[in-house]
């Protein structure tokens, strides 16, 4: 027997025409074939016509492989590369209301706002919004950074929470574009 | 789906075709099939696309064929694209009309047909809003389909048309939905045809291997002592079958087929051994189970050939010639794959390779083929029954294996691969993938608007026969000759045979009683025969084939007997469930297990 290969989150991007129904036929794939999506975000390019997603999958190399060789086979996939094994950039972005009213009647909102406060620095998250009962943070980051400073707030009450989804880039001068315009790069080589 | 909805007033005062460069979108949809060589197309009209029927009347040089369920449509341009490598089209209306295209899609999509489905759709506005016969086409084709559109404007008629076909027939091929708004049909523009190539900015049909992943394949292959090829679907696709025989010849490797790669390789070539799998040969599978390569070509290791993949072909290194990126270690992982087209990979290995024999290891499998002859059934005494296999033996020798065999799916269809011995590619046209029962007949008729001078002869169980049987109709109103051969045991065989083997004898819902297949012939103005006893199937061939009409011979066979040798669904590929032994030895034993018998 072959050693299990290890199933991690992988990162791919892919640009994608943007035309009606691309991203269902995206969505589609990963239901069919059975792939778990962690994450999946789509959002306009500079280019125009161009879409870009970003798939936050479970995988091993190999199955990450294969999933991008299924998205070459649709007509409107136009590049796909998995960016997790390389120098990258990964952000999601994260709001995160927290009550400042806190149930002992002792604790002053101005104390508890005040220590929202010094977690934020501590998170490096922006305070975006306070109201008399409620503040909402804005924190950009890796997934595990959003996670700690969720865990973090918990205590205080957590009223709501929304996040983007995970958007991603290689580092350097790498360009997925640049490297589609080069042309018949042959998906099963690219693991 | 006749059900038509308001019938809009003639509108055909721009359609001068001769003076006028304005053509309604109905009317281009014509011209841009006719511009891609389309010469028949299969369909059943209704509300939503009878703007595109209305203007078949002035485009004399397509034959449409109406079918009595759409269904039928879809498999008859399976079964014409399947015989003659050409993109086949049907034509269906919205909601039903186009659902009932879904299972003939989805066929050709599990065993890549080329074939472009085009669909009539309710006008773009009423889209959404659950208007009469309105389906989500495009959604519920998505993923039984290589690609598909969904057309709104006149303009993207033409365009999208030439890129479908493109797209259908390119690459791994597969069937493709162009979906049309009725408003599309009717609306009047100047329409333009491009002559340029298709490009598509992210579509990638292409492969080739690089030169060192050819060098490393040499090297495996000078290595092997116990080599195999396989011959897949691709083979035929790619028509790479000389090549493959040039190859086989130059490196002495015995080839297995897969049930779609029946022809690909000549059944009565000395280094063919026959088709591997469930149904497989016995010597067949075993020799897998002991070969050190195996050179899989055009194949992608479905569930069928393979077994349970735990003990599959554990002795061999694998290389895998394969068009598609996405099967590469799907199931089986191999160690080395050569993404490409068939042809030009065999042709590019053909070149490399020293010329090798490998004397002992055939000389093994010939030992393993020894013990398979004495369960034969071939081999049986004639007791004076039908059995099914003696049929398929001499369908085969009294048409010299030259006919165009179209079957249906299940116990017919193993024997007929058994017994069929396939001598040339594209002369067995077969559901693999999906299975289809009801497949043959139309598939068969599109085969003949195919292949006007090819015998041909569907080979159909009672069960399938019954699900697409109307076609017979069809087969009348456009003189549409076919033989068909019903294998009549009077139960859907295949599934009684797994309920005899696994699920204790119990037979639920497999007798089937079928009507008087004769009688049936006759009533639809053709001819009909019926066949029980060995002695009588030459004759009956003989008139079937003199016949001008589509003639029905209803072999009645043994009714309780199976397809062996059989690997049970997810077994180890060497454990067979055998043929009881016809010399004599054995008594009795519905079936026996274990790889040493």
């Not at chain 2, 790619?238 to 897969?258: H, K, N």
Request: proline residues 6%; glycine residues 8%.
């Amino acid at each position: 027997m072959q050693p299990q290969p290890v199933v991690t989150q992988r990162t791919l991007v892919a640009y994608v025409e943007d035309l009606p129904g691309v991203l269902n036929r995206v969505a589609s794939l990963f239901r069919r074939r059975n792939y778990n999506i962690v994450s999946l975000t789509v959002g306009r390019t500079h280019e125009p016509g161009m879409s870009r997603i970003t798939l936050v999958v479970e995988a091993d190399p190999d199955v990450s492989r294969r999933i991008q060789a299924n998205l070459y086979k649709l007509v409107n996939v136009v590049s796909v590369e998995d960016i997790t094994d390389v120098p990258n950039l990964i952000r999601d972005v994260a709001l995160i209301k927290v009550s400042t009213n806190q149930s002992d009647a002792e604790t002053d909102a101005a104390v508890v706002r005040e220590a929202i406060c010094r977690l934020a620095e501590d998170y490096r998250a922006r305070v975006v919004d306070v109201a008399d009962d409620a503040m909402t943070l804005e924190v950009a980051g890796r997934l595990e950074k959003i996670e700690k400073i969720v865990e973090a707030l918990r205590p205080f009450g957590i009223l709501e929470m929304a996040q983007s989804g995970v958007i991603a880039m290689s580092r350097g001068g790498q360009s997925l574009v640049a490297a589609q315009k080069n042309a018949a790069r042959d998906p099963h080589r690219a693991a | 789906m006749t059900a038509a909805a308001k019938p809009t007033p003639s509108a055909n005062v721009s359609a001068d075709a001769e003076t006028s460069p304005e053509r309604l979108g109905a009317e281009v949809i014509w011209e841009a099939l006719i511009r891609e060589g389309v010469d028949v197309v299969f369909g059943y009209p209704g509300g939503a696309v009878m703007p595109a029927y209305d203007a078949l009347s002035k485009y004399p040089q397509v034959r449409h064929i109406l079918t009595r369920h759409e269904q039928g449509a879809a498999h008859m341009a399976d079964g014409y694209a399947r015989a003659s490598g050409r993109v086949g089209v049907c034509i269906a209306t919205s909601g039903p009309g186009a659902t009932n295209l879904v299972t003939g899609i989805a066929t050709a999509m599990l065993d890549s047909v080329p074939m472009v489905a085009i669909t009539g759709q309710v006008a773009a506005p009423l889209i959404g809003t659950d208007a009469f016969q309105e389906t989500d086409v495009t959604g519920v084709t998505l993923p039984i389909t290589k690609h598909n559109y969904l057309v709104t404007r006149a303009e993207d008629i033409a365009p999208t048309i030439r890129e479908a076909f493109y797209v259908a027939r390119s690459g791994r091929p597969g069937p493709v939905v162009v979906d049309i708004t009725k408003d599309a049909q009717q609306a009047t523009i100047i329409p333009e045809y491009s002559t340029e190539p298709v490009r598509l900015p992210g579509y990638r049909p292409e492969h080739h291997p690089s030169g060192s992943d050819y060098s490393a394949a040499v090297e495996m292959i000078a290595q092997a002592r116990k080599p195999l090829l396989f011959c897949g679907h691709g083979v035929i696709k790619s028509g790479a079958t000389d090549t493959l025989i040039a190859f086989a010849e130059r490196t002495d490797i015995p080839v297995a087929v897969t049930l779609l790669g029946l022809g690909g390789f000549p059944a009565s070539h000395p280094l063919s051994l026959g088709m591997m799998g469930m149904h497989g040969e016995a010597w067949v599978n075993q020799a897998i189970q002991e070969a050190d390569l195996i050179i899989a070509v055009g194949m992608r290791f479905d569930d069928r050939v393979t077994g349970t993949l735990s003990t599959y072909a554990k002795n061999a290194k694998k290389i895998h010639v394969e068009l598609d990126p996405a099967e590469i270690n799907k199931n089986v992982r191999v160690d080395l794959p050569l993404i490409g087209n068939a042809g030009d990979v065999l042709e590019e290995l053909l070149a490399r390779v020293a010329p090798s024999s490998h004397p002992d290891w055939r000389g093994r499998i010939d030992e393993l083929k020894g013990d398979s002859a004495v369960r034969d059934i071939r081999s049986m005494p004639d007791n004076g029954r039908l059995f099914a296999a003696h049929v398929m033996h001499d369908l085969w020798q009294l048409t010299d294996g030259k006919a165009l065999i179209v079957t249906d799916v299940g116990q017919h269809q193993m024997w007929e691969a058994q017994y069929y011995k396939h001598d040339y590619p594209r002369k067995l046209v077969t559901s693999g993938g999906l299975g289809t029962m009801g497949f043959a007949l139309p598939a068969a008729m599109g085969a003949r608007l195919a292949c006007p001078d090819d015998e041909i002869w569907v080979i159909a169980g009672d069960g399938g026969f019954q699900m697409t049987s109307p076609e017979l109709a069809t087969c009348k109103q456009e003189n549409i000759k076919v033989n068909i051969a019903i294998i009549n045991n009077g139960y859907l065989g295949m599934v009684r045979q797994w309920q005899q083997f696994f699920y204790g004898g119990r037979y639920v819902a497999t007798p089937i009683v079928s009507p008087d297949f004769v009688k049936l012939a006759d009533a639809h103005g053709l001819e009909g025969l019926r066949v029980t006893r060995r002695a009588d199937i030459p004759a009956a061939v003989a008139t079937a084939r003199a016949n001008d009409v589509t003639t029905i011979i209803d072999f009645r066979v043994e009714q309780e007997d199976s397809v062996y040798p059989m690997v049970p669904s997810g077994s180890d590929l060497g454990t067979m469930i055998r043929r009881p032994r016809v010399d004599g030895g054995e008594h009795n034993p519905i079936f026996e297990t274990g790889k040493d018998k």
